[in-house]
């Protein structure tokens, strides 16, 4: 079946940049997804990028894509300590969320 | 994006009894969706809720076990049933985001952290 893979945790200092790394199996996917999990909260969107792009911005946020090598990485510049979180890939190849697959999750740890 | 009211947000439940986990979301919306986060996982699709129909249930859920209903278009129960130990995890409830600004994904509710003992 299909899967996304992850590293589980991170550490950086604050005001380094943070690189989460995810690599997925399904050549077929269309939609590829950054959420974001608080403690004690539901996870959030950060962004998306559609599989014929290769890359997206949106503020401390870069997203690349590798569909070649199923490589999907979220870049966050000048870490923060609201940072912290854990953060999931995830894909889909349909619009309506029941091919919804995510990956196990990367703890950031954010250090003063 | 939806707003979503889940609860309870937490509890601790003793063996063979049943929990049922409620989603409120401030918007009508066509289709909810149900996920399991266990322990150090990610998570895990139980089923979709489409008002007005059965719930879809993925391979290794079925509906004995997690009852789920869909009265109307912005509520939205899934019941763990008949619990053991090996149903402690963290339930969440899903609706698609708005596509406004271009913006498309799914809002999740804030998860119930069950413990079953």
């Known amino acids: 079946g299909e899967d996304v893979e992850q590293s589980l945790f991170l550490s950086v200092r604050e005001g380094d940049s943070s690189v989460i790394n995810c690599t997925y199996t399904?050549?077929?996917?269309?939609?590829l997804y950054w959420y974001k999990q608080e403690p004690g909260a539901g996870l959030q969107l950060l962004t998306y990028?559609?599989?014929?792009?290769d890359m997206k911005q949106d503020q401390r946020l870069t997203v690349l894509l590798n569909k070649k090598d199923k490589h999907l990485s979220l870049r966050i510049a000048d870490t923060q300590t609201g940072d912290s979180a854990i953060y999931f890939c995830a894909e889909t190849w349909d619009n309506y969320g029941q091919n919804f697959v995510f990956g196990p999750g990367t703890r950031l740890s954010v250090l003063p | 994006s939806a707003v979503i009211s889940q609860k309870p947000s937490r509890d601790i439940c003793q063996r063979g009894t049943s929990l049922t986990i409620q989603c409120q979301v401030d918007?009508?919306?066509?289709?909810m969706f149900w996920y399991r986060q266990q322990p150090g996982q990610s998570l895990t699709l139980i089923a979709t809720a489409n008002q007005g129909s059965e719930a879809t249930y993925e391979s290794g859920f079925v509906i004995d076990k997690f009852p789920i209903s869909r009265p109307n278009l912005t509520f939205s129960t899934l019941t763990v049933s008949n619990m053991s130990p090996e149903d402690s995890s963290i339930y969440l409830c899903?609706?698609?985001?708005?596509?406004?600004?271009?913006?498309?994904?799914?809002?999740f509710g804030s998860g119930t952290r069950l413990t079953v003992v």
């Open positions: 399904d050549s077929s996917s269309t939609y």
């Open positions: 918007s009508q919306v066509t289709m």
């Open positions: 990028i559609f599989s014929n792009m």
């Open positions: 899903s609706v698609e985001d708005n596509h406004a600004a271009g913006r498309y994904g799914y809002t």
